[in-house]
């Protein structure tokens, strides 16, 4: 069974940094993509990034420069360090697996991240 848990959100103001942190249980990360996703209130949820098990990294041109994800499959925890923090990174941020040979999600239960002054 796949699990996921998310930590790390809060609210920091314009600038700041936050890091997000995704553990993962009943995965192994090489059969896997991991990836962030977020949603802002009203919005549709959209890709943040994404790393897959042999460490290839996709980024949304929103975030590219500013964000890095990472992971750490002996931990099975899956990072998004957020530097430069906008408020338009306003949204609750998903934690995502996708397993491409079976073509299944999972989700993690979601947390907030607000960016105001």
């Known amino acids: 069974q796949v699990q996921l848990v998310e930590s790390g959100g809060g609210l920091v103001q314009p600038g700041g940094s936050l890091r997000l942190s995704c553990a993962a249980s009943g995965i192994s990360f090489s059969n896997y993509v991991m990836g962030w996703f977020r949603q802002a209130p009203g919005e549709q949820r959209d890709l943040v990034a994404t790393?897959?098990?042999?460490?290839?990294?996709n980024y949304a041109d929103s975030v590219k420069g500013r964000f890095t994800i990472s992971g750490d499959d002996a931990e099975k925890t899956v990072y998004l360090q957020m530097n430069s923090l906008k408020p338009e990174d306003t949204a609750d941020y998903y934690c995502?697996?996708?397993?491409?040979?079976?073509?299944?999600?999972?989700w993690g239960q979601g947390t907030q991240v607000t960016v105001s002054s």
């Open positions: 790393i897959t098990g042999t460490g290839r990294i």
């Open positions: 995502n697996v996708y397993n491409p040979s079976r073509k299944i999600h999972y």
